[in-house]
């Protein structure tokens, strides 16, 4: 499945910022798992990854 393959370009590639947020979206959106998601879109902007989604959601999270 779609997560099964972004772990697997991860595991090649660590530092793919595309693959983490794509892995993110996977977790966020189909299997509602926020805390993974954030987890991946973390490193994902630490990457370089740029999306102000993200950054809100990541930002969101450290108010609470």
């Known amino acids: 499945d779609a997560v099964q393959a972004f772990e697997a370009a991860i595991r090649a ?3 793919f910022a595309q693959a ?3 892995l ?3 977790y966020e959106f ?3 798992d926020t805390p ?3 987890e991946h879109y ?3 902007v630490t990457l370089g990854g740029d999306n102000e989604r993200v ?3 990541i ?3 450290k108010q609470e």
């Open 55 to 57: 950054r809100q959601l």
């Open 13 to 15: 590639r660590p530092k």
């Open 42 to 44: 973390r490193q994902y």
């Open 36 to 38: 993974k998601a954030l």
């Open 30 to 32: 189909y299997l509602h």
């Open 20 to 22: 983490h947020y794509n």
């Open 24 to 26: 993110a979206m996977c």
């Open 59 to 61: 930002q969101a999270t």
